[in-house]
Protein backbone atom coordinates (compact mmCIF):
# COMPACT_ATOMS: atom_id res chain seq x y z
CA UNK A 1 0.00 0.00 0.00
CA UNK A 2 1.24 3.69 -1.06
CA UNK A 3 0.92 4.82 2.47
CA UNK A 4 3.49 7.16 4.81
CA UNK A 5 3.61 6.69 8.29
CA UNK A 6 5.01 9.25 10.45
CA UNK A 7 5.36 8.09 14.26
CA UNK A 8 5.52 11.34 16.31
CA UNK A 9 3.09 14.20 16.62
CA UNK A 10 5.73 17.21 17.89
CA UNK A 11 7.03 19.74 16.15
CA UNK A 12 9.58 18.23 13.75
CA UNK A 13 6.53 14.89 12.97
CA UNK A 14 4.02 17.02 12.16
CA UNK A 15 5.87 19.56 9.89
CA UNK A 16 6.96 16.52 8.26
CA UNK A 17 3.54 14.87 8.08
CA UNK A 18 1.95 18.55 7.16
CA UNK A 19 4.31 18.63 4.26
CA UNK A 20 4.45 15.20 2.51
CA UNK A 21 0.38 15.49 2.83
CA UNK A 22 0.78 19.28 0.72
CA UNK A 23 3.11 17.03 -1.87
CA UNK A 24 0.01 14.72 -2.47
CA UNK A 25 1.37 11.79 -0.01
CA UNK A 26 -1.10 9.83 1.69
CA UNK A 27 0.29 9.66 5.34
CA UNK A 28 -0.61 8.47 8.64
CA UNK A 29 0.61 10.59 11.94
CA UNK A 30 1.02 8.29 14.51
CA UNK A 31 2.08 9.44 18.28
CA UNK A 32 1.35 7.99 22.26
CA UNK A 33 0.05 10.76 23.04
CA UNK A 34 -2.23 13.76 21.32
CA UNK A 35 -0.08 15.70 18.94
CA UNK A 36 2.32 18.44 20.76
CA UNK A 37 2.08 17.16 24.62
CA UNK A 38 5.88 16.16 24.13
CA UNK A 39 8.87 18.24 24.35
CA UNK A 40 7.46 20.91 21.95
CA UNK A 41 4.79 21.35 24.69
CA UNK A 42 7.02 23.00 26.58
CA UNK A 43 10.42 24.42 24.77
CA UNK A 44 11.56 27.90 24.89
CA UNK A 45 10.20 28.67 21.99
CA UNK A 46 13.25 29.99 20.56
CA UNK A 47 14.48 29.88 16.54
CA UNK A 48 18.00 29.33 17.61
CA UNK A 49 19.72 29.64 14.41
CA UNK A 50 23.24 30.61 16.34
CA UNK A 51 23.13 27.47 18.55
CA UNK A 52 24.58 25.54 15.88
CA UNK A 53 28.25 24.59 17.25
CA UNK A 54 28.48 21.06 18.77
CA UNK A 55 28.13 21.32 22.56
CA UNK A 56 31.40 18.85 23.22
CA UNK A 57 34.27 20.64 22.37
CA UNK A 58 37.74 21.22 24.35
CA UNK A 59 36.46 24.67 26.32
CA UNK A 60 33.18 22.43 27.30
CA UNK A 61 35.21 19.63 28.34
CA UNK A 62 37.06 21.73 31.31
CA UNK A 63 33.88 22.92 32.51
CA UNK A 64 32.24 19.32 32.69
CA UNK A 65 33.37 18.11 36.32
CA UNK A 66 32.55 21.37 37.65
CA UNK A 67 28.87 20.91 36.21
CA UNK A 68 28.34 17.50 37.18
CA UNK A 69 29.67 17.93 40.66
CA UNK A 70 27.08 21.00 41.23
CA UNK A 71 23.47 20.11 41.87
CA UNK A 72 22.05 23.36 40.88
CA UNK A 73 24.63 23.19 37.85
CA UNK A 74 23.79 23.59 34.22
CA UNK A 75 24.62 20.09 33.78
CA UNK A 76 23.60 16.97 36.39
CA UNK A 77 23.87 13.96 35.72
CA UNK A 78 21.77 11.26 38.46
CA UNK A 79 24.78 9.23 39.87
CA UNK A 80 22.55 5.94 39.68
CA UNK A 81 22.36 6.45 35.56
CA UNK A 82 25.88 7.14 34.83
CA UNK A 83 26.56 3.37 33.76
CA UNK A 84 23.90 3.41 30.91
CA UNK A 85 25.13 6.96 30.06
CA UNK A 86 28.79 5.98 29.98
CA UNK A 87 28.80 5.23 25.90
CA UNK A 88 26.81 8.15 25.00
CA UNK A 89 29.69 9.81 26.89
CA UNK A 90 32.50 8.26 25.31
CA UNK A 91 30.97 9.37 21.75
CA UNK A 92 29.97 12.96 23.17
CA UNK A 93 33.96 13.08 23.95
CA UNK A 94 34.94 11.96 20.62
CA UNK A 95 32.75 14.40 18.96
CA UNK A 96 34.35 17.48 20.75
CA UNK A 97 37.97 16.18 19.10
CA UNK A 98 39.26 19.74 17.47
CA UNK A 99 39.58 17.96 13.39
CA UNK A 100 35.61 17.14 14.00
CA UNK A 101 34.39 20.42 15.94
CA UNK A 102 34.98 22.60 12.91
CA UNK A 103 33.38 19.62 10.35
CA UNK A 104 29.99 19.39 12.93
CA UNK A 105 29.74 23.25 13.22
CA UNK A 106 29.91 23.35 9.31
CA UNK A 107 26.68 21.17 9.31
CA UNK A 108 25.04 22.72 11.74
CA UNK A 109 25.21 25.88 10.34
CA UNK A 110 24.20 24.88 6.84
CA UNK A 111 20.85 23.60 8.42
CA UNK A 112 20.97 26.84 10.11
CA UNK A 113 21.25 29.09 7.32
CA UNK A 114 17.89 27.46 5.89
CA UNK A 115 15.64 27.81 8.31
CA UNK A 116 14.21 30.95 7.96
CA UNK A 117 13.92 30.11 3.98
CA UNK A 118 11.65 27.33 5.43
CA UNK A 119 9.85 28.26 8.56
CA UNK A 120 8.40 31.39 6.95
CA UNK A 121 6.86 29.54 4.21
CA UNK A 122 5.68 27.53 5.93
CA UNK A 123 4.13 29.65 9.02
CA UNK A 124 2.75 31.54 5.56
CA UNK A 125 1.10 28.49 4.38
CA UNK A 126 -1.06 28.20 7.92
CA UNK A 127 -1.46 31.67 8.13
CA UNK A 128 0.45 32.10 11.00
CA UNK A 129 3.07 34.99 9.39
CA UNK A 130 2.51 36.66 13.28
CA UNK A 131 3.08 33.77 14.90
CA UNK A 132 6.96 34.66 14.66
CA UNK A 133 8.60 37.38 16.85
CA UNK A 134 9.84 40.53 15.19
CA UNK A 135 13.14 40.53 18.32
CA UNK A 136 15.79 38.72 18.71
CA UNK A 137 17.25 37.37 22.16
CA UNK A 138 19.66 39.22 24.55
CA UNK A 139 22.70 37.27 26.35
CA UNK A 140 23.32 38.75 29.44
CA UNK A 141 26.43 39.44 31.42
CA UNK A 142 27.06 41.17 34.85
CA UNK A 143 30.84 41.27 34.17
CA UNK A 144 33.51 41.30 31.64
CA UNK A 145 34.31 37.55 33.00
CA UNK A 146 30.76 36.03 32.03
CA UNK A 147 31.17 38.07 28.62
CA UNK A 148 34.40 36.53 27.96
CA UNK A 149 33.44 33.12 29.02
CA UNK A 150 30.97 33.65 25.98
CA UNK A 151 33.29 35.51 23.65
CA UNK A 152 33.73 31.77 21.52
CA UNK A 153 30.22 31.57 20.98
CA UNK A 154 29.60 35.08 19.90
CA UNK A 155 32.60 34.88 17.40
CA UNK A 156 31.42 31.66 15.99
CA UNK A 157 28.24 33.08 15.62
CA UNK A 158 29.89 36.38 13.45
CA UNK A 159 32.18 34.06 11.46
CA UNK A 160 29.04 32.46 10.16
CA UNK A 161 27.13 34.86 9.44
CA UNK A 162 24.67 35.44 12.65
CA UNK A 163 25.44 38.98 13.17
CA UNK A 164 25.61 39.91 16.75
CA UNK A 165 25.87 43.61 18.18
CA UNK A 166 26.94 44.56 21.32
CA UNK A 167 24.24 46.38 24.03
CA UNK A 168 25.33 48.69 26.44
CA UNK A 169 23.51 49.55 29.70
CA UNK A 170 22.40 52.79 29.25
CA UNK A 171 20.46 50.97 26.02
CA UNK A 172 19.44 47.26 27.78
CA UNK A 173 17.47 49.49 29.60
CA UNK A 174 15.70 51.50 27.16
CA UNK A 175 15.35 48.06 25.22
CA UNK A 176 14.36 46.21 28.54
CA UNK A 177 13.67 48.19 31.27
CA UNK A 178 12.56 45.14 33.29
CA UNK A 179 16.01 44.16 33.45
CA UNK A 180 18.16 45.05 37.07
CA UNK A 181 21.01 46.91 36.88
CA UNK A 182 23.76 43.59 37.92
CA UNK A 183 23.53 43.23 34.23
CA UNK A 184 26.11 45.19 32.90
CA UNK A 185 26.04 44.63 29.31
CA UNK A 186 24.50 42.38 26.64
CA UNK A 187 24.46 41.02 23.27
CA UNK A 188 21.60 40.98 20.61
CA UNK A 189 21.26 38.23 18.64
CA UNK A 190 18.73 39.68 16.18
CA UNK A 191 18.18 36.32 14.36
CA UNK A 192 17.28 34.05 17.35
CA UNK A 193 13.51 35.09 17.14
CA UNK A 194 10.98 33.25 19.16
CA UNK A 195 7.49 31.91 18.28
CA UNK A 196 4.58 33.16 20.33
CA UNK A 197 3.35 29.94 21.43
CA UNK A 198 4.78 26.62 20.13
CA UNK A 199 2.32 24.41 21.07
CA UNK A 200 0.03 26.17 19.02
CA UNK A 201 2.47 26.22 15.90
CA UNK A 202 2.19 22.52 16.70
CA UNK A 203 -1.70 22.00 16.88
CA UNK A 204 -2.19 24.23 13.49
CA UNK A 205 0.28 22.30 11.51
CA UNK A 206 -1.61 19.06 12.72
CA UNK A 207 -5.52 20.88 11.80
CA UNK A 208 -4.17 21.72 8.31
CA UNK A 209 -3.02 18.51 7.72
CA UNK A 210 -6.05 17.18 8.43
CA UNK A 211 -7.74 19.26 6.49
CA UNK A 212 -5.65 18.35 3.70
CA UNK A 213 -6.35 14.55 4.07
CA UNK A 214 -4.23 13.47 6.79
CA UNK A 215 -5.21 10.92 9.15
CA UNK A 216 -3.60 11.35 13.16
CA UNK A 217 -4.14 8.28 15.47
CA UNK A 218 -2.60 7.75 18.84
CA UNK A 219 -1.18 4.44 20.25
CA UNK A 220 2.48 3.77 21.20
CA UNK A 221 4.71 2.33 18.16
CA UNK A 222 5.07 -1.77 19.41
CA UNK A 223 6.72 -3.35 16.55
CA UNK A 224 7.77 -2.63 12.61
CA UNK A 225 7.30 -4.90 9.75
CA UNK A 226 10.18 -5.02 7.78
CA UNK A 227 9.68 -8.63 6.01
CA UNK A 228 12.35 -8.85 2.71
CA UNK A 229 14.21 -5.59 4.60
CA UNK A 230 11.61 -3.70 3.31
CA UNK A 231 8.86 -1.56 5.84
CA UNK A 232 5.30 -3.59 5.61
CA UNK A 233 3.56 -1.99 8.16
CA UNK A 234 3.77 -0.39 12.12
CA UNK A 235 1.98 -2.22 14.78
CA UNK A 236 0.60 -0.48 17.76
CA UNK A 237 0.36 -1.54 21.28
CA UNK A 238 -3.49 -2.38 20.84
CA UNK A 239 -2.63 -4.60 18.11
CA UNK A 240 -3.87 -2.45 15.48
CA UNK A 241 -1.56 -2.96 12.21
CA UNK A 242 -1.23 0.17 9.98
CA UNK A 243 0.40 -0.96 6.53
CA UNK A 244 2.71 1.52 5.06
CA UNK A 245 5.46 1.32 2.27
CA UNK A 246 7.02 4.75 3.75
CA UNK A 247 7.67 4.64 7.74
CA UNK A 248 9.67 8.06 9.37
CA UNK A 249 10.48 7.53 12.67
CA UNK A 250 10.44 11.26 14.32
CA UNK A 251 9.52 10.38 17.99
CA UNK A 252 11.89 12.50 19.18
CA UNK A 253 13.83 10.90 22.49
CA UNK A 254 11.67 8.15 22.28
CA UNK A 255 13.35 7.64 18.34
CA UNK A 256 15.94 5.18 19.90
CA UNK A 257 13.58 2.63 20.87
CA UNK A 258 11.84 2.46 17.65
CA UNK A 259 15.04 1.98 15.69
CA UNK A 260 16.07 -0.95 18.34
CA UNK A 261 13.00 -3.02 16.88
CA UNK A 262 14.79 -2.84 13.37
CA UNK A 263 18.08 -3.58 14.56
CA UNK A 264 19.40 -0.24 14.45
CA UNK A 265 20.16 1.05 17.60
CA UNK A 266 21.32 5.18 17.22
CA UNK A 267 22.98 6.97 20.30
CA UNK A 268 20.18 8.99 21.32
CA UNK A 269 19.81 10.10 24.56
CA UNK A 270 17.41 12.27 26.71
CA UNK A 271 18.42 15.98 28.05
CA UNK A 272 15.61 16.20 30.15
CA UNK A 273 14.89 20.07 30.35
CA UNK A 274 12.33 22.21 32.97
CA UNK A 275 10.19 25.30 32.31
CA UNK A 276 8.02 27.70 34.96
CA UNK A 277 5.19 29.00 32.65
CA UNK A 278 3.99 32.41 34.89
CA UNK A 279 0.85 33.91 33.00
CA UNK A 280 0.81 36.48 35.67
CA UNK A 281 4.47 37.76 35.45
CA UNK A 282 4.26 41.39 36.39
CA UNK A 283 6.46 42.69 33.68
CA UNK A 284 7.07 43.09 30.09
CA UNK A 285 9.33 41.57 27.54
CA UNK A 286 10.13 42.45 24.06
CA UNK A 287 12.95 40.19 23.79
CA UNK A 288 13.80 36.83 25.06
CA UNK A 289 16.76 36.57 27.18
CA UNK A 290 19.65 34.40 28.02
CA UNK A 291 22.23 34.47 31.00
CA UNK A 292 24.54 31.84 30.06
CA UNK A 293 26.31 32.00 33.30
CA UNK A 294 23.31 31.55 35.19
CA UNK A 295 21.98 28.80 32.79
CA UNK A 296 18.55 30.18 32.39
CA UNK A 297 16.23 31.10 29.50
CA UNK A 298 13.36 33.34 29.72
CA UNK A 299 10.68 34.07 26.61
CA UNK A 300 7.34 36.09 26.07
CA UNK A 301 5.51 33.39 25.02
CA UNK A 302 2.24 31.33 25.20
CA UNK A 303 0.47 34.25 27.05
CA UNK A 304 2.63 34.54 29.93
CA UNK A 305 6.92 34.49 30.32
CA UNK A 306 8.63 31.36 30.17
CA UNK A 307 11.41 30.54 32.48
CA UNK A 308 13.51 27.08 31.40
CA UNK A 309 17.22 25.87 30.80
CA UNK A 310 19.74 23.38 31.89
CA UNK A 311 20.25 19.46 31.33
CA UNK A 312 19.26 17.04 33.68
CA UNK A 313 20.35 13.35 32.48
CA UNK A 314 18.64 10.73 33.72
CA UNK A 315 16.53 8.67 30.83
CA UNK A 316 13.45 8.35 30.10
CA UNK A 317 11.80 6.77 32.70
CA UNK A 318 12.85 8.73 36.00
CA UNK A 319 10.44 11.22 37.75
CA UNK A 320 10.50 14.63 37.04
CA UNK A 321 13.13 16.78 40.26
CA UNK A 322 11.24 20.40 40.16
CA UNK A 323 13.45 21.85 41.93
CA UNK A 324 15.33 22.26 39.43
CA UNK A 325 12.85 24.66 37.74
CA UNK A 326 12.90 26.57 41.11
CA UNK A 327 16.29 27.44 41.00
CA UNK A 328 15.67 28.87 37.26
CA UNK A 329 13.20 31.21 38.39
CA UNK A 330 15.04 32.25 41.27
CA UNK A 331 18.00 32.91 39.01
CA UNK A 332 15.60 34.81 36.57
CA UNK A 333 14.38 37.12 39.21
CA UNK A 334 17.93 38.57 40.05
CA UNK A 335 18.06 39.60 36.20
CA UNK A 336 14.14 40.52 36.50
CA UNK A 337 13.80 41.64 40.16
CA UNK A 338 9.89 42.44 40.03
CA UNK A 339 9.12 39.16 38.46
CA UNK A 340 6.22 37.71 39.98
CA UNK A 341 5.72 33.49 39.62
CA UNK A 342 2.86 33.18 42.24
CA UNK A 343 0.51 30.75 40.20
CA UNK A 344 2.94 28.98 37.64
CA UNK A 345 2.83 26.03 36.64
CA UNK A 346 5.93 23.75 36.26
CA UNK A 347 7.06 21.39 33.37
CA UNK A 348 9.49 18.35 32.18
CA UNK A 349 10.07 17.37 28.83
CA UNK A 350 12.52 14.90 26.62
CA UNK A 351 14.60 16.82 24.44
CA UNK A 352 16.59 13.63 22.47
CA UNK A 353 20.26 14.12 22.03
CA UNK A 354 22.82 12.57 20.14
CA UNK A 355 26.95 12.80 21.04
CA UNK A 356 27.59 15.02 18.35
CA UNK A 357 25.09 17.59 18.78
CA UNK A 358 23.71 17.15 14.85
CA UNK A 359 20.15 15.72 14.22
CA UNK A 360 19.74 12.54 11.99
CA UNK A 361 17.83 13.40 9.23
CA UNK A 362 17.38 10.50 6.27
CA UNK A 363 16.91 7.27 5.28
CA UNK A 364 17.53 3.95 7.80
CA UNK A 365 20.99 2.40 6.54
CA UNK A 366 19.30 -1.29 6.98
CA UNK A 367 15.37 -1.13 6.17
CA UNK A 368 14.20 0.30 2.80
CA UNK A 369 11.24 2.75 3.28
CA UNK A 370 12.51 3.75 6.57
CA UNK A 371 13.37 7.09 7.29
CA UNK A 372 14.56 8.99 10.66
CA UNK A 373 13.78 12.75 11.69
CA UNK A 374 15.54 13.03 15.31
CA UNK A 375 18.42 14.28 17.72
CA UNK A 376 17.56 17.51 17.17
CA UNK A 377 18.31 18.67 20.83
CA UNK A 378 17.41 21.97 21.84
CA UNK A 379 16.80 22.77 17.90
CA UNK A 380 13.54 20.78 17.35
CA UNK A 381 11.28 24.18 16.76
CA UNK A 382 14.11 25.90 14.81
CA UNK A 383 15.21 23.13 12.54
CA UNK A 384 11.67 21.39 12.18
CA UNK A 385 10.44 23.11 8.89
CA UNK A 386 14.17 22.73 7.26
CA UNK A 387 13.89 19.30 8.26
CA UNK A 388 10.13 18.98 6.80
CA UNK A 389 11.62 20.22 3.99
CA UNK A 390 14.57 17.77 3.29
CA UNK A 391 12.56 14.52 4.10
CA UNK A 392 9.86 15.69 1.81
CA UNK A 393 12.72 16.23 -1.14
CA UNK A 394 13.48 12.47 -0.10
CA UNK A 395 10.52 10.68 -0.39
CA UNK A 396 9.25 12.74 -3.57
CA UNK A 397 12.59 12.19 -5.32
CA UNK A 398 13.50 15.62 -5.67
CA UNK A 399 16.85 16.44 -4.82
CA UNK A 400 17.23 18.25 -1.78
CA UNK A 401 19.32 21.88 -1.71
CA UNK A 402 22.18 20.76 0.69
CA UNK A 403 24.67 17.71 0.42
CA UNK A 404 22.89 15.34 3.37
CA UNK A 405 25.72 13.58 4.05
CA UNK A 406 26.40 14.70 7.56
CA UNK A 407 23.28 13.87 8.76
CA UNK A 408 23.32 10.50 8.27
CA UNK A 409 21.98 7.63 10.88
CA UNK A 410 25.18 5.51 10.47
CA UNK A 411 27.88 8.19 10.93
CA UNK A 412 28.78 7.06 14.73
Avoid at 98 to 120: F, I, K, M, T
Wanted: with cysteine.
Amino acid sequence: MSRTVVVGAGIVGAAIAFELQRRGKQVVLVDRDTPGRGASFGNMASIAVTEFPPISRPSTWAKIPGWLTDPEGPIRLRPGYAPRLLPWMLRFLAAGRPSRVAELEQAGAVLCRRVYDDLLPMLQALGMADALSENGCLSLYANEAEYAADLEHIELSNRFGFHTREVGREELRELEPAIAPVISKAVLFPTNKFIRDPYQLVLALVDKFQQQGGVVMQGAVSGIDSGNGQVQAVVLDNGQRIECSELVLAAGAYTGRLSALLGEPIPLETERGYHTQIMVPGIALKHSLIWQAKAFMVTPTAGGIRVGGTVELAGLDAAPDYRRAKVLVQRAQIALPQLQAEGASEWMGHRPALPDTIPIIGPSARVGGVYYATGHGHLGLTYAATTARLLADLLTGQTPPIDMTPYRVDRF
